[in-house]
């Protein structure tokens, strides 16, 4: 079956500090993985994708992710959190063996508390 | 901003009314998909629109129906309201396949009494 799991329902860190937030997926086929985050009462914004190629992506607002096909891991990662960056965290992955279909399968979310 | 519109932003119906929830897609974008997001939990796949038919839905029942325009507004319909369909709505658009990201609107908040 497809999922996707966040581990943590909260990670803090301290303002310029480096931030990971966990995501690990299963699916049938080759994964699209990517990363949204929600701000208090708005939709979702996308912050990054991986698709192919290289294991290391590059997002908005100076995110980043690790693809990991083993581990079947993509985690979000920042070298430096800002107290802007406290909202809450979706990973999403997209089955390739499903066909045409745009189905995004989320996470739980992690809820990033960046202090100052 | 997303240029992804959705109307109303907040909607309060009674236990087995109807409800129709409108979306306004992003320009370019032949797709559409709807999600609901309840109370502390990840966005729920409900059904995709693509060239005004539904190619993709998700474990919802039939009473969750929509609709897709020529000019790729859309619209979703829910009939015999539940309190459980109390959540947030979330619309998306994006050019068809796999590796193209979703653009989402700000949600329409739907509580049921």
């Known amino acids: 079956a497809q999922s996707v799991a966040q581990p943590e329902d909260q990670v803090n860190v301290a303002e310029g500090n480096p931030l990971t937030v966990k995501c690990t997926y299963s699916?049938?086929?080759?994964?699209?993985l990517f990363w949204y985050v929600q701000y208090p009462n708005r939709g979702l914004q996308f912050l990054l994708k991986y698709i192919t190629g290289d294991n290391l992506v590059k997002g908005s607002y100076g995110f980043e992710a690790e693809f990991n096909k083993s581990q079947t891991s993509f985690h979000l990662k920042k070298p430096s959190a800002l107290v802007s960056d406290s909202a809450l965290y979706f990973c999403a992955v997209r089955d390739g063996s499903s066909g045409n279909t745009g189905k995004l399968i989320f996470g739980q979310g992690t809820t990033l508390q960046v202090k100052p | 901003e997303t240029g992804v519109t959705q109307s109303p932003t907040h909607l309060i119906k009674t236990r087995g009314q109807q409800v129709t929830l409108r979306c306004s897609s992003q320009s370019g974008h032949n797709t559409v998909s709807w999600y609901q997001q309840a109370l502390g939990q990840g966005p729920q796949f409900i059904f995709q629109y693509y060239r005004e038919e539904e190619n993709g839905r998700g474990n919802f029942p039939p009473r969750f129906s929509g609709l897709q325009f020529p000019n790729y507004s859309s619209e979703l319909n829910v009939n015999a309201l539940e309190l459980d369909d109390s959540a947030l709505y979330l619309c998306?658009?994006?050019?068809?396949?796999?590796?193209?990201?979703?653009?989402f609107g700000q949600g329409t908040r739907l509580t049921v009494v």
């Open positions: 699916v049938s086929g080759n994964p699209y």
């Open positions: 998306a658009s994006s050019l068809v396949g796999l590796g193209t990201e979703a653009f």
